[in-house]
């Protein structure tokens, strides 16, 4: 049994906001940021499937949907542009008509007012590429929203892949060989074959970033290859690919607000023009319990009001509000935590500790759909949050993880995206 928290060995720790911060580089420039207070809810996902992430294939039909909502009551001409980035989401040099074909900059469609919801909203979306815009050059591009043509008036930015399958990339999750974290960590293997890609210096040219579940605010970079034969690159278990496992991400479901559904303990109806109130169970600390199999969406959400046949016009706003149960504060700040944070640590995500019910509680407006979040704790200086101390870490615990594989083209002069690997934990 394990009777304190889990903290995250300092080797384990390679995230890219610590590098971008090392080098003087602003971490705003590459990293998925909502700018104003106003807007809620955003969404980016490969076309076909909410929960799908935003890596799509260069040249082929795949679009990324970009939706968010806007709740101050007036529509706004906002813009959109894509900037082509390096492997560390430094933009590139290159001029956009160099990697973007069409416009280099276009409008947003117009905005949707919402429609039978106590909290009104304008809702926009934009799927790219479209016949506006469209990327010639694989990488990685920050999607940017900015209002009027003022392009340092941002409104939001997100991250989205093009990819360029040019390697294989043979990946497993495996038990990590340090005795002591082989109940608590899970290790990426993996083995790269270059195939007819011209790489002259496989130590420089090929740059690897490792994800668990698709938090940037984790990505692992700097892992080279132990041995080279011929076309194929063995990084033979590399200390960036050591991931604690974490637990199975909690959940709720507001979808319905008819009626309480699991861990939802009340549903309030707002006085007047006011938004209902959900109150979540008490949760419990769960660093000494064992491991609980429950299936989660990797820390996602989806829109949806089921009364409405899911159109997200349809799906109010409601105050969730957190319980989490503390005999004593911490020390460390504790935060909700998962896509509905951006996966970051937002200060409307922190949590207040309340001595008088011996509880940290926090109150956030969500849009009713199915929600999957955890408790983290960030100590100070610290880029990324610690995912064990109130969670626990177990092995067993089902994760998606992501290997990009990047290639400097010295003739492009860019970081081509030269494949994608998805691995789970269990299958």
Known sequence: MINSPIHRPATLAFPLLAALAATGQDPAVGTDRTFSPTIHSVQLYKAGFELAVPVIELGGNEQVVLRFDDLQ???????????????????????????????????????????????????????????????????NYLLKVYRGSDTDDLVLTRRLLVNEPRVTIDAR???TRQVDLR?????????????????????????????????????????????VRGSELVYDFPEQGLFMAGNEYRNFDTKNLRYATQRIARITPGIGERVY????????????????????????????????????????YVNVHFQL????????????????????????????????????????????GFYDFS???????????????????HFQTENEYVVLVYFTDRMQRCDRLVGVRFVNSRR
């Open 183 to 227: 109940d608590v960590a899970q290790q990426v293997d993996f083995t790269i074959n270059t195939n007819n890609l011209a790489v002259q210096d496989p130590f420089g040219d090929i740059h690897v970033t490792v994800m668990q579940n698709f938090r940037w605010d984790d990505a692992r970079e700097g892992a080279r290859p132990r041995f």
């Open 173 to 175: 999750v495996m038990a």
């Open 73 to 139: 009551p007036y529509t706004e001409n906002l813009s959109y542009t894509l900037v082509h980035c390096d492997h560390a989401w430094v933009p590139t040099d290159l001029l956009p008509g160099q990697y973007l074909e069409g416009a280099t900059n276009a409008y947003l469609p117009a905005g949707r007012t919402s429609y039978n919801t106590l909290q009104p909203f304008i809702h926009y979306e934009l799927a790219v590429p479209n016949a506006d815009m469209r990327p010639i050059r694989s990488g």
């Open 325 to 368: 149960p503390m005999e004593a504060p911490l020390g460390r700040e504790v935060y909700v935590y998962g896509l509905l944070s951006d996966f970051r640590c937002k200060p409307g995500f922190r949590m207040e500790y309340s001595p008088a019910d011996t509880a940290y509680q926090a109150s956030i407006l969500l849009k009713q």
């Open 375 to 393: 408790f983290v704790t960030l100590a100070k200086g610290e880029p990324a949050p610690d995912i064990t101390a109130i969670e626990g870490s």
């Open 277 to 316: 109130d959900v109150w979540l169970i008490p949760e419990e600390r769960r660093n000494i319990r064992r491991y609980n199999n429950q299936p989660d969406i990797d820390g996602r959400f989806i829109i949806r009001n089921d009364q409405v046949d899911g159109d997200p016009l349809g799906a109010d």
